[in-house]
């Protein structure tokens, strides 16, 4: 068990090292150009990579907080990158399947009581209530913003990024502050990021019928 858990180790690592700089990649470059879109894949694949390997390896070594970062993770990636497949955010089984690991993933870190995952969890639960409106509203043929997808897309993915960067910082540099100010660092700096590059790259949105998307 151990040399499996050495061996999902390294490709952990090698992953996660591909999410953060991918990602890095991916915000500072040109909004929908080739770069972005190289180093959101990247990015994209990494964080699958760390999250897919973090759970046989919190059951070999248990670690709740990794495991349910991994969860929480897992949920954000996979919602992002769903926003650019399913545009018109009309729900089909893989939407469902996604928003229930949300669900999930956020009930359990606000039950733990530690801090940074109960700030998770309540992420995920305000996450988990938009998309269950904005569903509920596609399929009662309600108007919902045109710009719906790339505010989804645009919030899951920084929630990914922000995850991974916690695990990294918890894993690697806990010892260089205040416990939960170096844990809850890429939240407070990547909230604020979130909110301004949505405003700036959702502004004005065009209202779109939802039988038509």
């Known amino acids: 068990m151990e040399t499996l858990h050495q061996s999902l180790l390294v490709v952990h690592i090698l992953s996660g090292a591909a999410a953060l700089i991918g990602g890095a990649l991916a915000m500072t470059a040109r909004k929908g150009g080739g770069t972005h879109r190289i180093a959101g894949r990247v990015f994209f694949y990494g964080m699958l990579g760390v999250s897919f390997t973090a759970v046989p390896m919190t059951l070999i070594h248990p670690s709740t907080f990794l495991l349910l970062i991994a969860g929480f993770s897992l949920y954000q990636v996979l919602n992002g990158e769903r926003a650019l497949r399913n545009k018109a955010q009309r729900p089909q089984w893989k939407d469902w399947t996604i928003t229930a690991l949300g669900a999930v993933s956020g009930v359990a870190m606000l039950t733990t ?101």
């Open 113 to 213: 009581g530690n801090v940074v995952l109960m700030v998770f969890g309540g992420i995920a639960a305000v996450n988990v209530t938009v998309d269950l409106r904005t569903y509920v509203s596609v399929l009662r043929g309600r108007r919902v913003p045109g710009n719906t997808w790339l505010r989804k897309h645009i919030g899951h993915m920084m929630g990914g990024y922000i995850a991974a960067s916690t695990a990294f910082l918890v894993q690697n540099a806990s010892g260089l502050g205040p416990w939960w100010l170096v844990w809850l660092a890429p939240t407070f700096i990547g909230v604020p990021l979130l909110v301004m590059w949505t405003r700036r790259f959702t502004r004005r949105p065009p209202a779109v019928t939802a039988q038509n998307g």
